[in-house]
């Protein structure tokens, strides 16, 4: 996840489920949470993980700036 800035889930859990999940950073820049989309394989297919993972880590990143992030070298900024 550090090196990507997400991280991703084909059918590991479930059978024909694919999800693609972002941290979500405090104030300090300590991870509190996290954000990710699910749905069916099909919907999540390899050649389209960076265009879902950039919608999800942006999301993940506008939560955090509400939350007094202000993003740093430590942590990979989509």
Do not use: C
Not at 29 to 41: C, E
Not at 64 to 78: Q, R
């Amino acid at each position: 996840m550090r090196q990507k800035g997400y991280s991703v889930s084909y059918e590991d859990v479930v059978n024909g489920v694919s999800s693609i999940g972002a941290p979500i950073f405090d104030h300090s820049g300590n991870i509190i949470a996290s954000i990710s989309l699910s749905s069916t394989s099909q919907k999540i297919p390899p050649s389209k993980e960076n265009e879902i993972a950039q919608l999800v880590v942006d999301a993940a990143n506008k939560i955090s700036a509400e939350l007094g992030w202000m993003g740093n070298d430590n942590n990979k900024e989509f």
